[in-house]
T-cell receptor, first 112, second 113 residues
Framework: SQQGEEDPQALSIQEGENATMNCSYK?????LQWYRQNSGRGLVHLIL?????REKHSGRLRVTLDTSKKSSSLLITASRAADTASYFC????????????FGTGTRLTIIP | GAGVSQSPSNKVTEKGKDVELRCDPI?????LYWYRQSLGQGLEFLIY????????KSGLPSDRFSAERTGGSVSTLTIQRTQQEDSAVYLC???????????FGSGTRLTVV
């Protein structure tokens, strides 16, 4: 079963705009990660946030985590055509077990 | 190698045949994972190897599925008596165990006809 549910399922925005994707999960976690997938193949790790962190930045990416609401958001600022991809959140329990449970993904399309 | 290598990249097989999918993880990565992704869906966990520990097989959908990891490196996922519902992209990932985050291979697209 999917631990994470992304919202929206699909998002289309104009190039240069900001894109926000949300992820909700059900159980307590140690960390939450975001991945990008192009062309339905291998995923690329983007950013990780631990359960004791509230916000993290990496380049044009900003991730927030609200453990009280069991939710996270991924913000991509100043979007580019190359950001077109599917984005997945994944939750981990940590403590030596790195198995991740992935959400259903958000399909992001950047319109040039 | 520099990345996670999976072979074959594409496999078409007839219903009822057995298939073997191979994953060559990043050298030194102690953890190896298999997931599958059906068209337009999220990733479904299959199996997880961590060092010399017994693998976590909790995600294998039936006893037709098995996997092994030899010498703590290369892994093979075997599907016996394939069915059409086995058609999916099978993704392998590895991680070093000292930090979090996976490195994925490009996957094997399996089509059962």
């Amino acid at each position: 079963s999917q631990q994470g549910e992304e919202d929206p399922q699909a998002l289309s925005i104009q190039e240069g705009e900001n894109a926000t994707m949300n992820c909700s999960y059900k159980t307590s976690i140690n960390n939450l990660q975001w991945y990008r997938q192009n062309s339905g193949r291998g995923l690329v790790h983007l950013i990780l946030i631990r359960s004791n962190e509230r916000e993290k930045h990496s380049g044009r990416l900003r991730v927030t985590l609200d453990t009280s609401k069991k939710s996270s958001s991924l913000l991509i600022t100043a979007s580019r055509a190359a950001d077109t991809a599917s984005y997945f959140c994944a939750t981990g329990l940590g403590f030596g077990n790195e198995k991740l449970t992935f959400g259903t993904g958000t399909r992001l399309t950047i319109i040039p | 190698g520099a990345g996670v290598s999976q072979s074959p990249s594409n496999k078409v097989t007839e219903k009822g045949k057995d298939v073997e999918l191979r994953c060559d993880p990043i050298s030194g990565h102690t953890a190896l994972y298999w997931y599958r992704q059906s068209l337009g869906q999220g990733l479904e966990f299959l199996i997880y190897f961590q060092g010399n520990s017994a693998p976590d097989k909790s995600g294998l959908p039936s006893d037709r599925f098995s996997a092994e990891r030899t010498g703590g490196s290369v892994s093979t996922l075997t599907i016996q008596r394939t069915q059409q519902e086995d058609s999916a992209v099978y993704l392998c990932a590895s991680s070093p165990g000292t930090r979090l985050g996976y490195t994925f291979g490009s996957g094997t697209r399996l089509t059962v006809v």
